[in-house]
């Protein structure tokens, strides 16, 4: 019962650490070529699953191999550690190699002609006739020019008034009684109020009218016609043409004449070879039990640290917080890669690598 508690935790662990690493290889192209292993490993995980339900009521049997070789469970685990199988990559020895750098080929050397120059009169242009144009000629004349016709237009005239004055009567004249003022209009001081007859002249008030004196009406103007004095250029002599003949034109010139044909010689050139190195892969990619880093083994202050390692060395974990995300995840996976270390998970192998400690 006491081996069984110490190597059901390591056990789980890798079967949960497992999983995650094959589907890892398989989104990544360069590891296709392992998917048979892959499709075994994941049989040998269910035969694991099985022993692992029977193991939780009898003692765990001791790991046996497949038939492949590949042990189910990692031998020589050890208590609160955790296991996962990885890729190993592939591992590759430098040959030298003998590689052609130039085919073999010819050469061919060309003796060129020999020349000689002579003179010779060559026609440059042949005579020909032509037609030279004489320009016309011109004067100056000044004329007049209309610019506008005479026309007629009609016009309005307003209406005429002369303003007349003239007295309007506003109240006709009138008599009426008023009584006397004083003692001097009584006849005698029996008599009692004296009444007068007096006359009150007419009222008349002047006021103002415009009378028409000339209605209004239309009247026919002439507008003289509009002139202007121009001065422009007339043709005095119209152009035209003479026929003119032109000579022929020749030069002397040095002519280049061949005396001996070209030559030519072939001359073999052979091959060329040179020793380079070649990379010959000695053994292939497979899957291998490894110690892991997990959350049994690892505090935030390693994955701190694993983070921190992983920015010096030029790969970005995105964020240096302690906690193993799947940035942090994918810059180990090319970190691995890069110095063909096992990859898939995050093994002892490559901290120590990284110079991470625990």
């Not at 591992?91 to 003998?98: A, I």
């Not at 103007?221 to 250029?233: D, F, H, L, N, S």
Request: with cysteine; glycine share 4%.
């Amino acid at each position: 019962m006491k081996l069984n508690r110490l190597v059901l935790p390591a056990v789980v662990a890798a079967l949960a650490t497992g999983c995650a690493s094959n589907q890892t290889v398989q989104d990544t192209a360069e590891y296709q070529s392992l998917q048979s292993q892959q499709q075994q490993l994941e049989q040998e995980n269910q035969q694991l699953r099985a022993a692992l339900n029977s193991s939780q009521q009898q003692p765990a049997p001791a790991p046996a191999p497949s038939e492949s070789g590949n042990q189910l469970l990692p031998p020589n685990a050890k208590p609160g550690h955790c296991y996962a199988r990885v890729v190993i990559p592939e591992t590759y020895k430098t040959e030298m190699q003998r590689v052609m750098v130039s085919q073999e080929d010819s050469k061919i050397t060309t003796t060129p002609a020999r020349y000689e120059t002579v003179q010779e009169r060559v026609l440059v242009s042949e005579a020909y006739d032509k037609l030279k144009v004489i320009p016309a000629t011109y004067k100056t004349v000044t004329e007049k020019v209309l610019v506008k016709e005479a026309t007629t237009k009609l016009i309005t005239k307003p209406a005429e008034y002369k303003t007349v004055t003239e007295q309007v009567l506003v109240k006709p004249a009138y008599t009426t009684w008023k009584k006397g003022r004083g003692p001097i209009e009584k006849i005698d001081d029996s008599t009692g109020e004296i009444m007068c007859l007096v006359e009150v002249p007419a009222e008349y008030k002047t006021v103002s009218r415009k009378e028409l004196v000339q209605p209004e009406r239309t009247e026919e103007v002439k507008i003289p016609a509009v002139y202007k004095t121009v001065t422009k250029k007339v043709v005095d002599q119209p152009a035209r043409t003479e026929k003119v003949t032109v000579p022929a034109v020749y030069k002397t010139i040095d002519v280049v004449k061949q005396v001996e044909p070209p030559k030519e010689k072939k001359t073999i050139i052979p091959a060329v070879y040179k020793e380079v190195p070649k990379q010959v892969k000695v053994t292939d990619a497979d899957l291998e039990w490894r110690e892991i880093l997990c959350e049994t083994n690892t505090t935030q202050d390693v994955v701190r640290r694993l983070q921190k390692a992983l920015e010096d060395k030029g790969y970005d974990p995105v964020w240096i917080d302690g906690v193993y995300g799947p940035k942090t995840r994918a810059a180990v996976v090319a970190y691995q890669k890069d110095n063909d270390l096992a990859s898939g998970q995050l093994t002892m192998q490559t901290l120590e690598h990284l110079g991470v400690e625990l």
